[in-house]
C-alpha cells in the first residue's frame, strides 16, 4: 500500500498516518477474505485470518496498532474512498463524525449490517 499512496500523489504523510492507512489497508482485505473467500483465488483459513485481524486491532506496536485504530475509527460513517481523497488532500485524517445516537458503529472485524459471512463448502 505505500507504493500506492506515492503512485496516487499522495502528501508525506506522519509515519502513523502512513503506517495506519496500510494496516487498515490489510485489515480490510483480509476482512473481506474471512466474510467471501471467493474474493481471492489464494486458499484461506478463516480462523488463521480472524487471529491476524485480532493482532492488526490490537497491535501496540508504534506507529503501527495507534495508527491503524486511528484510522479505523476515521473510517466509521464514510467509505474508503472518501477517508483516503480526503487525506490525500488535507495530509490528515478528518474529524470523526459523531454517530446518531440510535445507531451504533460496527466493530471493524464485525461484518456490515445485512451481510453474511459465507460458509466454506
Given at each position: 500500500?505505500?507504493?500506492?499512496l506515492w503512485?496516487?500523489?499522495?502528501?508525506?504523510?506522519?509515519?502513523?498516518?502512513?503506517?495506519?492507512?496500510?494496516?487498515?489497508?490489510?485489515?480490510?482485505?483480509?476482512?473481506?477474505?474471512?466474510?467471501?473467500?471467493?474474493?481471492?483465488?489464494?486458499?484461506?483459513?478463516?480462523?488463521?485470518?480472524?487471529?491476524?485481524?485480532?493482532?492488526?486491532?490490537?497491535?501496540?506496536?508504534?506507529?503501527?496498532?495507534?495508527?491503524?485504530?486511528?484510522?479505523?475509527?476515521?473510517?466509521?460513517?464514510?467509505?474508503?474512498h472518501d477517508?483516503?481523497?480526503?487525506?490525500?488532500?488535507?495530509?490528515?485524517?478528518?474529524?470523526?463524525?459523531?454517530?446518531?445516537?440510535?445507531?451504533?458503529?460496527?466493530?471493524?472485524?464485525?461484518?456490515?449490517?445485512?451481510?453474511?459471512?459465507?460458509?466454506?463448502?
Open positions: 500500500m505505500h507504493a500506492w503512485m496516487q500523489d499522495f502528501p508525506p504523510l506522519p509515519a502513523w498516518l502512513e503506517e495506519g492507512l496500510c494496516e487498515l489497508g490489510s485489515f480490510l482485505y483480509l476482512l473481506e477474505l474471512v466474510h467471501d473467500p471467493a474474493a481471492s483465488c489464494l486458499a484461506s483459513d478463516a480462523a488463521m485470518l480472524r487471529a491476524q485481524l485480532g493482532t492488526i486491532e490490537l497491535n501496540a506496536r508504534q506507529p503501527y496498532g495507534s495508527g491503524f485504530r486511528a484510522c479505523a475509527a476515521a473510517l466509521r460513517g464514510r467509505g474508503l477517508l483516503l481523497q480526503h487525506v490525500r488532500a488535507y495530509g490528515a485524517l478528518p474529524e470523526q463524525r459523531a454517530l446518531p445516537p440510535t445507531v451504533s458503529a460496527p466493530l471493524p472485524s464485525q461484518p456490515p449490517p445485512g451481510r453474511q459471512a459465507r460458509a466454506r463448502a
